[in-house]
């Protein structure tokens, strides 16, 4: 008789628009001992995490709005922090960074063996949620990804998402030179097709509300080559 690795009340979550495919991956994980629920688009995913508390999620990448990479910044910023493990389509090493930077532990790449997509989730649960990421500083500026907090020494700052997404990059990044083609990437995400200079516009918003009113100047222009937020906060 086959020794299964977990119990059954060990619950996964397995987003996936193909019907073919979710009926595969739940067949083939419950025969694994998992409990399995299936949602098919990014909010019903979002809807079901937030009623269970999943031991660790399955993601397809391209699932309709929002996506598998929305999905999972939706989970990191409301603190669930079981294993994410990505399903993609694509393989280029660009996407790859996508999700991880988006808050997944993993990523398994289509057309996938299942026996690796298995030992990929036993690894990953084996090493359990992970903690919550820390507070990122620079100078008096803080920034809290898991609570969605900012402020400027003792003054709390309010961003809109997209801000938010934005001063993220920098001070995880602080002191390097980041070009507007990596901010749009990284914040926009690759199918962006608005205006050219919303990187800009953006950087100015976030000027005015991190520097301007604490007479700070933490992000700096590159000329010719993009933004830099400097360590020390400015």
Not at 153 to 179: N, Y
Not at 209 to 229: H, M, N, W
């Amino acid at each position: 008789m086959r020794t299964r690795p977990y119990a059954p009340d060990m619950r996964v979550l397995v987003v996936e628009d193909e019907m073919k495919m979710a009926a595969l991956l739940k067949r083939g994980l419950e025969r694994e001992g998992y409990a399995v629920d299936l949602a098919s688009d990014g909010r019903e995913a979002l809807w079901a995490a937030s009623e269970v508390a999943y031991d660790a999620v399955l993601l397809d990448a391209m699932i309709p709005e929002p996506d598998g990479y929305q999905v999972c910044r939706h989970l990191r910023a409301d603190g669930k922090w079981m294993p994410v493990l990505l399903l993609t389509a694509r393989d280029g090493v660009a996407d790859r960074v996508r999700g991880l930077d988006a808050g997944a532990d993993d990523y398994v790449t289509k057309p996938f063996a299942f026996a690796e997509l298995f030992a990929r989730l036993r690894a990953l649960l084996r090493r359990g949620a992970r903690e919550r990421p820390v507070v990122l500083t620079a100078g008096d500026l803080r920034l809290d990804p898991a609570r969605r907090t900012a402020a400027r020494g003792e003054t709390a700052i309010d961003l809109s998402p997209k801000e938010f997404a934005l001063l993220e990059l920098l001070m995880r990044r602080a002191d390097d030179v980041l070009t507007r083609s990596t901010i749009l990437e990284h914040v926009w995400d690759f199918a962006y097709d608005g205006t050219s200079n919303v990187v800009d516009v953006y950087v100015r918003y976030l000027r005015e509300k991190i520097d301007r009113p604490f007479g700070r100047a933490s992000v700096e222009t590159v000329r010719g080559a993009g933004y830099r937020l400097r360590a020390d906060g400015g």
